[in-house]
């Protein structure tokens, strides 16, 4: 990075990044601290596990700090730290599967194929006071990880991070069409998974019953 | 040209890039006339755009406490 003419950086960020490679160690931590929650949770999305996802990101923000001085400005600082991070959860999730035969790629089949919704339930605005209810979060947080891995990772990224379509694509290292086509199901998938309330009854030869929380 | 000219498959389709403002105004004002007229189309609209909402809110995800504190402990002293 020093000496080039960075494309994607703030000035601040710019000038955070030069002192860390001068040997200034201490401005890494502000560097990477709005990114905090971003890299937490994107190896938690891969690892579903609390205790792993640190150990994950700890290892991921060591190794953005290696090899900072190789950055080059070809995207975000924050793309670049939360790629780091998802390579170094994949790597993890490969490591501890590999006596499973269990391949961490899952299926692509049916990707580009329309999805249907299941039900039809009027859903409420979502009141305020919801958002912090631990109910609601459990609700959410068990829809999400139903999801296959590659929906789970799309979610995370665009509507959790809300990082850009084409910083997804970077991260994911897919086709901007492909961050589209599996948002859409992901978001369609969540909202079958959630609609039903988080008692999950519904029947569509009943009346809805207004069992949700909004 | 009705308001039913784009059917629900194509509006469940869209319906995403729709909440992104990520289509065509042509295809935006077919499917706002579709939302007005399908009560199953305007449900999954309200239901996705809920689950963006949800998702997208800090506080259903919080971090777990004493993560910042932690997170650098591997590149030691500085």
Same mark, same amino acid.
């Given at each position: 990075m020093p000496g080039e003419a960075p494309q994607q950086l703030d000035s601040n960020e710019e000038g955070l990044i030069r002192r860390v490679c001068n040997?200034? $160690? $201490? $401005?890494f931590e502000e560097l990477v601290r709005p990114y905090e929650r971003v890299v937490f949770l994107t190896a938690i999305s891969v690892l579903r596990n609390s205790a792993d996802a640190e150990e994950v990101a700890q290892e991921a923000v060591l190794k953005a700090f290696a090899n900072l001085p190789n950055f080059r400005a070809e995207c975000k600082f924050s793309t670049w730290l939360v790629q780091i991070t998802y390579n170094e959860a994949r790597m993890k999730l490969r490591k501890d599967r590999r006596h499973l035969f269990d391949s961490v790629d899952e299926p692509q089949e049916g990707e580009e194929g329309d999805y249907s919704p299941r039900d039809f339930a009027d859903w409420r605005p979502i009141a305020s006071e919801v958002l912090e209810n631990d109910q609601t979060r459990q609700a959410l947080e068990n829809a999400i990880n139903s999801l296959s891995s590659m929906y789970r990772e799309i979610v995370n990224l665009r509507d959790i991070q809300n990082l850009s379509i084409k910083e997804t694509a970077t991260v994911l290292g897919i086709p901007q069409s492909s961050v589209k086509t599996r948002l859409h199901r992901a978001r369609l998938l969540l909202r079958d998974a959630l609609a039903p309330g988080i008692d999950g009854r519904?029947?569509?030869?009943?009346d809805y019953r207004k069992v949700r929380p909004w | 040209m009705t308001a039913i000219e784009i059917s629900c498959a194509e509006v469940w389709r869209e319906i995403s890039n729709y909440l992104g403002g990520e289509i065509s105004a042509e295809l935006r004002d077919r499917m706002q006339a579709h939302f007005e007229v399908c009560r199953h189309c305007s449900a999954v609209l309200d239901g996705t755009r809920n689950v963006v909402e949800l998702v997208g809110d800090g506080r259903v995800f919080p971090i777990p406490e004493g993560f910042s504190r932690r997170l650098y402990r591997k590149i030691g002293p500085r």
């Open positions: 040997g200034e $160690a $201490a $401005a519904w029947s569509a030869k009943q | -």
